[in-house]
């Protein structure tokens, strides 16, 4: 998650919610459904995650 999430950020500074889920797509998480991981990536962004 860390490393694509940084790749990510490195390319597209400023990533749409999409652009986070897809990128974050490979990777297989049982815990959160995602949701705090998108929101994490988001708020590194320096962007709000949309209602």
Do not use: F, H, W
């Not at 390319?11 to 897809?22: F, G, I, N, Q």
């Not at 998108?38 to 209602?51: D, I, K, T, Y």
């Amino acid at each position: 998650m860390l490393m694509s999430s940084t790749a990510l950020l490195a390319a597209t500074p400023k990533p749409s919610e999409d652009d986070v889920r897809l990128a974050l797509s490979g990777n297989l998480c049982r815990c959160t459904g995602y949701r705090k991981i998108v929101e994490a990536v988001m708020a590194a962004s320096g962007q709000p995650l949309r209602a």
